[in-house]
Every structure is written in C-alpha cells, then in structure tokens.
C-alpha cells in the first residue's frame, strides 16, 4: 500500500470559516509534508514534519495552522483564509527524514476561499 | 541557492512519437538528489525517479529513460513511443541531501505534455 489519502477533496468556505485538512498514510512514513500548488505552478513546501515533530515551517502565515496527532496523520487547521490561498494543497509522506528521499503524494484538496 | 529551469513550458506530440523534456538545475551542494514527478489531471503527483548526485548512469524504465549529466547540470526525460495516458505536467526537482530536510524538494515549473492521437 503507497496511499496517501487527503479528505476533503474539494473545499469551499467563506474568509470568516474555520476548516480543516486531514492526511493519512500507512506506509510507517516517518516524515509527512504540506505543499501547496497555485494554478500551473509547481508545488511550494509549506511545513515538514519528522518524527510527529515540526521540523520545517516555510514562512507560512499563521491562519495555517499544521498539527500532526500521531505518526499516520496529518492535519492543516485552516482560519481567517484569504481569496489568494485558493489552491490545490498537497499532503506527502517519505519513508527517511533525510534530504534525498522520494515523497509520496495524495490527491491533493482543491480548496476555494470565496 | 537552489534552481530548476524546466525551459518548455507545453509539448504536443502525436502518438507514438518519442519526447524529451529538458531540467537544468543548480546547486551549490556537492551531495544532491533529482526527481521526475508526474501530475496527471487527476492531482497527485506521482514519483517517477530520484538520482543521486554520484550516480550518473543513465536509467531506463520501460518507455521511460533518463539521461543525468552533471558536466551540463542536466537530467533530461525521454519518453519512447509516446502514449495519450502520458499526457501530463512533468515536474523536475531538486533536493538537498541534509539530515532533517527530508524531501524539502525544489520543483522547476513543469512542463505540460499533451500527447495526441
């Protein structure tokens, strides 16, 4: 099993909701990722986590709120969203913590903040 | 600081034909590692291949091959015989080789593959 599974797989809410993304693998992947991806261009890293531990936080705004509540999941807290943070937000596991391993993707969240 | 130039932006081939999609990188790090990733309509970006920065033999997988040349700074993609289910944005990615950067990947623009019949 190579599955990173995201729900929702679209999202629609408004500038004042609080919503949430969640990520699952089962692979014993010890790092799982955030990236987000605008309309035709590539993905951007957003946080890592290694260990159940952030690790790498990208400059992210802090209406992204990562949380990670054991090895196989991973969560993206959203609030107080903005109309240019409609994209296309991938989750990704790799086996090592080490630069150099390949990641694993999900189908990603369209999400739309209207 | 790290770059990945993927210099084709679209390319439309009919099938059958063969393609090559160019990524030039550059990196400061003597210790490196290239990706190919595809991305279907569907989203999800699917691994194709990583690349050490000491392993400069080329790799071929099926219709897929792959041409690493340091001296160049390039990792260039060829598909043989190309088919309508290739058609895709193809990323080239770059990441560094450190303990805790995980796949902290540096990603070209992609290049968006449309394959024809």
């Known amino acids: 099993d190579t599955e990173v599974t995201q729900t929702p797989k679209h999202l629609v809410m408004g500038m004042t909701n609080k919503k949430s993304l969640k990520c699952e693998q089962h692979m014993g992947h010890r790092a799982m990722y955030w990236y987000k991806q605008k309309a035709k261009k590539p993905p951007e890293l957003m946080f890592v986590?290694?260990?159940?531990?952030?690790?790498i936080n990208e400059s992210v705004p802090s209406r992204f709120s990562p949380e990670c509540p054991n090895s196989s999941l991973l969560n993206l807290h959203l609030h107080a969203l903005q109309p240019e943070d409609s994209a296309l937000y991938l989750c990704?596991?790799?086996?090592?913590?080490?630069?150099?391993?390949?990641?694993?993707f999900g189908q990603g969240t369209r999400l739309t903040v209207v | 600081a790290q770059k990945v130039t993927q210099a084709q932006t679209e390319i439309s081939v009919v099938e059958k034909e063969d393609v090559t999609l160019d990524c030039v990188y550059e990196t400061r790090d003597t210790t490196y590692y290239l990706f190919w990733y595809k991305q279907p309509p569907s989203g999800e970006l699917v691994f194709l291949i990583r690349?050490?920065?000491?392993?400069?033999q080329n790799e071929i997988s099926g219709r897929y091959s792959w041409n690493f040349q340091k001296s160049t700074s390039s990792f260039n993609f060829t598909i043989t015989a190309s088919q309508v289910v290739d058609s895709a944005v193809y990323f080239c990615?770059?990441?560094?080789?450190?303990?805790?950067?995980?796949?902290?990947?540096?990603f070209g623009t992609g290049t968006r593959l449309q394959v024809t019949l």
């Open positions: 990704a596991s790799s086996q090592e913590v080490t630069g150099g391993t390949e990641a694993f």
């Open positions: 990615a770059l990441s560094e080789a450190y303990t805790g950067t995980a796949s902290k990947l540096t």
């Open positions: 690349r050490n920065s000491f392993d400069e």
């Open positions: 986590y290694s260990y159940e531990k952030l690790s």
